[in-house]
């Protein structure tokens, strides 16, 4: 009987230790395919962050220094002679009139966008009326017509304004957004039912809900949808070129593009433009990374 389990448990720890053995190999796996993931990441990091540091350095360099070879991603010497030029007064390129228009175009885009795109996107979600289905797929098939096509309609309804080379051009024509309608659908569909149930048996009619009960919960869609809709107008260079012509009207985009000789390029002061135009940007994504998160995350949970 001794021998019996004396032979049992040298077979169990045996087999222990083979378990072992062949576990060790799997942990060793799982640590390198995590190096290699930590490296993949870091690669693409350096991939897309590159071109912003090279924007940076080459923005500091003398004109000179911006075209010499080999190529210096640390300039030698520091010099602020592009962003001197461009803040100064009294030149033909007023980048801080540009930033602003751009500021206030984007941010009333964006604004109007949430006005609009917010109540569409529950009423259809939601709300049963005739001809619902109908209304989605019209709105869902504007997103396949190429931006282009609505370039002259768009020019006709604004000079019958008399919109031309004011702000207002480029703020009101893209507050009907499709794609803010169809994202803020798909964010309303994945909220539970409970609470506006609750709200209606409390004697809460079809506006209160809405705008007490499902308005907070759409915080993260909305300031999603914020963000690209700011950025949206914020990066758009075909439409103002059409309509605004001044130089006091331009926002940045084609005002950015008239630093551009057109027989020599003053590289750093085109960077320096760059560096300008990029800083709202980052300070919004730093601001709303996690909103973006669980906006995009929720939006497509229910089709």
Same mark, same amino acid.
């Given at each position: 009987?001794?021998?019996?389990?004396?032979?049992?448990d040298?077979?169990q720890?045996?087999?222990?230790?083979?378990?072992?053995a062949?576990g060790?190999?799997a942990d060793?796996?799982? !640590?390198?395919?995590?190096i290699?993931g930590i490296?993949?990441l *870091?690669?693409?990091?350096l991939?897309y962050?590159a071109?912003?540091?090279w924007m940076l350095?080459?923005s500091v360099?003398?004109?000179?220094?911006?075209?010499?070879?080999p190529?210096?991603?640390?300039p030698?010497?520091?010099v602020?002679? &592009?962003?001197?030029?461009?803040?100064a007064?009294g030149?033909?390129t007023p980048v801080?009139r540009?930033?602003?228009?751009?500021?206030? &175009?984007?941010?009333?885009?964006?604004?109007?966008?949430?006005?609009?795109?917010?109540?569409?996107?529950?009423?259809l979600?939601?709300?049963?009326?005739r001809? !619902?289905?109908?209304?989605f &797929?019209?709105?869902?098939a504007?997103?396949f017509?190429?931006?282009?096509?609505?370039?002259m309609?768009?020019?006709?309804?604004?000079?019958a304004?008399?919109?031309i080379?004011?702000?207002?051009?480029?703020?009101?024509?893209?507050?009907?957004?499709?794609?803010?309608?169809f994202?803020?659908?798909q964010?309303?569909?994945?909220?539970p039912?409970e609470?506006?149930?609750?709200?209606?048996v409390?004697?809460?009619?079809?506006f209160?809900?809405?705008?007490r009960?499902?308005?907070?919960?759409? !915080?993260?869609a909305?300031a999603?949808l914020?963000?690209?809709a700011?950025l949206?107008?914020?990066?758009?260079?075909?439409?103002?070129v059409?309509v605004?012509f001044s130089?006091?009207?331009?926002?940045?985009?084609?005002?950015?593009?008239?630093?551009?000789?057109?027989?020599q390029?003053?590289?750093?002061?085109v960077?320096? *433009?760059?560096?300008? &135009?990029?800083?709202?940007?980052?300070?919004?994504f730093m601001l709303a990374?996690?909103?973006?998160?669980? *906006?995009?995350?929720?939006?497509g949970? !229910?089709?």
């Amino acid at each position: 009987m001794a021998t019996l389990e004396t032979d049992t448990d040298r077979r169990q720890d045996t087999d222990g230790g083979a378990a072992s053995a062949a576990g060790e190999p799997a942990d060793d796996s799982g !640590k390198v395919w995590r190096i290699i993931g930590i490296v993949a990441l *870091g690669l693409l990091t350096l991939l897309y962050v590159a071109p912003l540091l090279w924007m940076l350095s080459t923005s500091v360099k003398s004109l000179s220094g911006s075209t010499r070879w080999p190529l210096q991603w640390i300039p030698s010497d520091i010099v602020t002679r &592009a962003y001197d030029t461009l803040f100064a007064s009294g030149t033909n390129t007023p980048v801080l009139r540009w930033f602003f228009n751009s500021m206030v &175009a984007a941010t009333a885009n964006a604004l109007l966008v949430i006005g609009t795109a917010t109540p569409a996107g529950y009423a259809l979600a939601r709300l049963d009326f005739r001809g !619902k289905r109908a209304v989605f &797929a019209l709105i869902l098939a504007t997103l396949f017509i190429p931006p282009m096509v609505f370039l002259m309609p768009n020019y006709v309804i604004v000079d019958a304004f008399g919109w031309i080379d004011n702000l207002t051009a480029v703020i009101v024509p893209g507050a009907a957004s499709a794609f803010g309608v169809f994202f803020m659908r798909q964010f309303f569909t994945s909220v539970p039912t409970e609470m506006e149930e609750s709200a209606r048996v409390d004697g809460a009619n079809p506006f209160q809900v809405f705008w007490r009960v499902v308005l907070p919960l759409a !915080k993260p869609a909305i300031a999603t949808l914020l963000l690209l809709a700011f950025l949206t107008n914020w990066n758009d260079f075909l439409w103002p070129v059409y309509v605004l012509f001044s130089p006091d009207s331009l926002t940045l985009p084609p005002g950015l593009s008239q630093l551009q000789g057109a027989y020599q390029t003053d590289y750093p002061i085109v960077m320096a *433009g760059g560096v300008i &135009a990029s800083v709202p940007v980052l300070i919004l994504f730093m601001l709303a990374q996690r909103f973006i998160i669980e *906006g995009v995350s929720r939006s497509g949970l !229910k089709g």
